[in-house]
């Protein structure tokens, strides 16, 4: 961790007020300026400038989700480690899923976890490998001891600029991470989740906003609304609840692992109406509603979560 004025950088978000204290939404973070930075795929928090919140001390936990058992597919960085969090401070236990590589991002989340009082289940492992998908949630399901909340929440996003150029092992890719593990994932889930169970998927505003460097990721995420309103309709009678979040810009690792052109990086977020970026742990409440019972009647909806862009 980099000193800067005598102050580790990991902690700048130490002093944040808790996302339940009266604040203006403009000014609660300050607009993000990325300089123009480059990651391998899949990227790192740790790596990332300028850090992100993803909640270790401005979630407050307000034991909603006391004693669930939750998996979250990308839950190492970004809006899954912000949504880890947020359900361990709210008194969940949380399963990981993430690629190795990512290992370092994963140590954090899980230290967080755990010092939440909480257990974290980490487990590796690339969602393109059929077999992994099935293996992953039986593991999650002997790890926690049963499961209750599915997050799928993993995504994969790389600019192109022309269809032309699009490779079809990117094309292949992205639908498999993005959309069929989804299928998969949640298909194996099914046995486990009891009545009361809520699974929730990561949309994006891409899904009705398109940009045309996205024709690949875009896709998939209209793919996620329509199946979250289709499986909502046929597991609701179980008892089972289907959802997901639609995130606007929210920086992450994700941005600069070419989800973004890098000429874009230093302006990212602030054409939405609330004129900056998210940070993750902004996202966090709206997987803690649609996770806990609360949300009973809410069932097929998409919330959208996007600095106020109009959104269906
Ligand atoms: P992120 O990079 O932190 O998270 C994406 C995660 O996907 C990675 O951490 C990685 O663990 C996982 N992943 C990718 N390929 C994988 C594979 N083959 N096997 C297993 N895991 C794999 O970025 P994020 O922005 O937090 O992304 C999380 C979700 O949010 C994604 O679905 C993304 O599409 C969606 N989203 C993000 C934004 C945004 O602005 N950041 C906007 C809309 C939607
Ligand atoms: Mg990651």
């Known amino acids: 961790m980099t000193e800067t004025n005598g102050t580790r950088r ?55 989700m006391e004693g669930r058992k939750a998996l979250i597919t990308g839950a190492d960085s970004g809006i899954g480690a912000a949504v880890a969090i947020a359900f361990a401070k709210e008194g969940a ?73 699009l490779e079809d092992e990117q094309l292949v890719d992205t639908f498999t991470v993005n959309i069929l593990a989804m299928f998969r994932i949640t298909k194996a889930a099914l046995r486990h989740l009891p009545a009361g169970s809520s699974i ?40 089972i609840r289907v959802n997901a979040v639609a995130p606007g810009p929210f920086w992450t690792p994700l941005q600069v692992t070419s989800g973004q052109p890098k000429e874009a990086l230093p302006e990212f977020g602030q054409s939405t109406p609330l004129g900056r970026a998210g940070q993750p742990t902004e996202l966090a409440p709206a997987y803690v509603f649609l996770a806990s019972p609360e949300s009973s009647y809410v069932i097929g909806e998409t919330l959208n979560v996007n600095g106020g862009s109009p959104s269906p």
Do not use: M, W
Request: aromatic share 6%; hydrophobic share 30%; net charge negative.
């Open 93 to 165: 236990d949380v399963a990981l899923n993430y690629l190795p590589d990512e290992q370092p991002d994963a140590q954090v989340v899980k230290g967080i976890i755990e010092r939440a009082g909480r257990t974290a289940v980490l487990l590796p492992g690339d969602l393109t490998d059929k077999n992994f998908c099935e293996r992953l949630v039986e593991d999650a399901v002997n790890g926690l001891g049963g499961l209750d909340v599915l997050v799928n929440n993993a995504g994969k996003q790389i600019a192109v600029e022309s269809l032309e150029e």
């Open 200 to 239: 929730i998927n990561t949309t994006s505003i891409q899904a009705y906003e398109p940009s045309p460097d996205l024709l690949d990721y875009a896709s998939t995420k209209a793919a996620i609304n329509n199946f979250t309103k289709g499986l909502g309709q046929q597991l609701a009678p179980k008892g």
């Open 10 to 64: 990991d902690d700048a978000h130490q002093e944040r007020t808790d996302q339940l204290t009266f604040q203006n939404p403009v000014t609660r973070y300050p607009v993000v300026e990325p300089p123009i930075q480059d990651q391998p795929e899949p990227g790192l928090d740790v790596e990332l400038e300028p850090k992100t919140d993803r909640g270790e001390f401005s979630y407050r936990g307000t034991g909603r």
